[in-house]
């Protein structure tokens, strides 16, 4: 999984809302790990197909496809599963990156699969692929404060500490997809999942 043939594209998908109004949203910590991502291998979101802003070029030994869906996230799947079956990529080759309520805010999880956990974004991306069983990159958010609706808090800009800790985390994130393509799920698991807080360095 994901550290496999070297010729077999592997896709990996970012989630959030497209728009200027929706760029520093909680929700969209998918979106900002995608730009990192891209930025740090100068690949450029510069194709679009099947709803989706495409970027292609390599990570490491394996040719990728960076998606950010354009149809906000609750219908991410409607893109991811329509640019997977262009490029013919199995489920197992198909990352999502994407905010987590119920992980504390600097932490993330790689997870092999399972079930969408409430994320709407990740109930249609099961839907379109027809499987459960594709890897995910959960990005903490942690819980509202207070009485706050969790749909006003996702939709809700980071204040500015909170955006300098993400980017933080989005370095983070990028260093855990270069280890899963290079020593698979189980290897990023146990180096990344055990770490409690994102200002850990990371070896």
């Given at each position: 999984m994901?550290?496999?043939?070297?010729?077999?594209?592997?896709?990996?998908?970012?989630?959030?809302?497209?728009?200027?109004?929706?760029?520093?949203?909680?929700?969209?910590?998918?979106?900002r790990?995608?730009?990192?991502?891209?930025?740090?291998?100068?690949?450029?979101?510069?194709?679009?197909?099947?709803?989706?802003?495409?970027?292609?070029?390599?990570?490491?030994?394996?040719?990728?496809?960076?998606?950010?869906?354009?149809?906000?996230?609750?219908?991410?799947?409607?893109?991811?599963?329509?640019?997977?079956?262009?490029?013919?990529?199995?489920?197992?080759?198909?990352?999502?990156?994407?905010?987590?309520?119920?992980?504390?805010?600097?932490t993330?999880?790689?997870?092999?699969?399972?079930?969408?956990?409430?994320?709407?974004?990740?109930?249609?991306?099961?839907?379109?692929?027809?499987?459960q069983?594709?890897?995910?990159?959960?990005?903490?958010?942690?819980?509202?404060?207070?009485?706050?609706?969790?749909?006003?808090?996702?939709?809700?800009?980071?204040g500015?500490?909170?955006?300098?800790?993400?980017?933080e985390?989005?370095?983070?994130?990028?260093?855990?997809?270069?280890?899963?393509?290079?020593?698979?799920?189980?290897?990023?698991?146990?180096?990344?999942?055990?770490?409690?807080?994102v200002?850990?360095a990371?070896?």
């Amino acid at each position: 999984m994901m550290c496999g043939n070297e010729r077999e594209w592997l896709l990996i998908a970012g989630l959030g809302n497209p728009g200027r109004k929706y760029a520093g949203n909680r929700h969209n910590i998918g979106f900002r790990c995608l730009d990192r991502l891209a930025q740090t291998y100068q690949l450029a979101f510069d194709e679009k197909r099947d709803k989706a802003q495409l970027a292609r070029g390599q990570i490491g030994s394996r040719h990728v496809v960076l998606v950010k869906p354009q149809t906000f996230v609750n219908l991410s799947g409607e893109a991811v599963g329509a640019v997977a079956r262009f490029f013919k990529i199995e489920p197992d080759n198909v990352l999502v990156i994407y905010d987590d309520l119920d992980l504390e805010q600097g932490t993330i999880r790689l997870r092999p699969g399972g079930g969408s956990g409430g994320h709407n974004g990740i109930k249609s991306i099961i839907e379109h692929l027809g499987t459960q069983s594709f890897p995910r990159l959960r990005v903490g958010i942690g819980r509202p404060p207070g009485q706050m609706e969790p749909k006003d808090y996702v939709l809700q800009d980071w204040g500015e500490e909170e955006r300098q800790a993400m980017e933080e985390v989005c370095e983070w994130a990028i260093a855990a997809v270069e280890t899963l393509i290079r020593l698979g799920v189980k290897e990023t698991m146990d180096r990344f999942n055990q770490r409690p807080r994102v200002s850990e360095a990371v070896e």
